[in-house]
């Protein structure tokens, strides 16, 4: 069965550190991938999303970046880090067979961020 | 262009009473709708799914949603409330095209759900 991991799972940074966040999944060959951002009472936010390795597009222009290394690992980066970007960061997979593919996405646990 | 609403940010009801959350969307396919559930500081879980076929789905924890196309509705319901199905839950439907065959979701904004023992 396939599993995504996430971490960490908690982490406090200052403003203007650098970020680098780590998603993986296993279970599964050349998934599409997806970074998304919570902050409080502002719903889902898509980042980035990736269908294949080296292949990253973005929804929303920020001081974040995204990278897919591998096949099943999607890292979130920044260098320097806004008060703006905490929040709860959540990556995601799902997978393209067919034509009848549903396209349902699965979850990773979340790291929450916090920015001081 | 796809789009999802969810009628009321925060629903309280009774532990024991009926569960109904809305969800109205817009898609310019056919379209593809789901419902996750999410725990605090937990990830979403996905619910239930509406492809194609069978209006009335059933998905985990008891809950079940109906595709009403004429209403362009997807809400979903429980018959009886539980104090652990309090948590947030979030309607998708499918869409827009990321390439390579695959499709993003577009979520609504989710609804909080309440219940009082």
């Known amino acids: 069965s396939q599993t995504i991991h996430q971490w960490p799972a908690t982490l406090v940074q200052p403003v203007g550190s650098p970020l680098s966040l780590e998603c993986t999944v296993e279970g599964t060959s050349n998934p599409n991938l997806y970074w998304y951002r919570q902050a409080a009472g502002r719903g889902l936010q898509l980042l980035f999303y990736?269908?294949?390795?080296?292949?990253i597009s973005s929804e929303v222009p920020q001081n974040l970046s995204a990278s897919r290394p591998q096949d099943r690992q999607f890292i979130l980066s920044s260098k320097k880090l806004l008060l703006s970007d905490s929040g709860f960061y959540l990556c995601a997979w799902s997978i393209y067979r067919d034509s009848l593919s549903y396209n349902e996405q699965f979850f990773g646990p979340g790291t929450r961020l916090t920015v001081l | 262009a796809q789009s999802v609403t969810q009628l009321g940010s925060h629903v309280s009801v009774s532990e024991g009473a009926l569960v109904l959350l809305r969800c109205n969307y817009s898609s310019s396919v056919p379209p593809y709708l789901f419902w996750y559930v999410q725990y605090p500081n937990q990830g979403l879980q996905l619910l239930l799914k509406y492809t194609t076929g069978a209006t009335l789905v059933k998905g985990i924890n008891g809950f079940e949603a109906e595709f009403k196309k004429s209403e362009t509705s997807f809400h979903l319901t429980k018959p009886s409330a539980h104090m652990s199905d309090a948590a947030e839950y979030f309607c998708a439907v499918r869409g827009p095209y990321s390439g390579a065959g695959s499709y993003q979701l577009t979520f609504g904004k989710g609804t909080k759900l309440s219940v009082i023992p």
């Open positions: 990736s269908v294949g390795i080296g292949q």
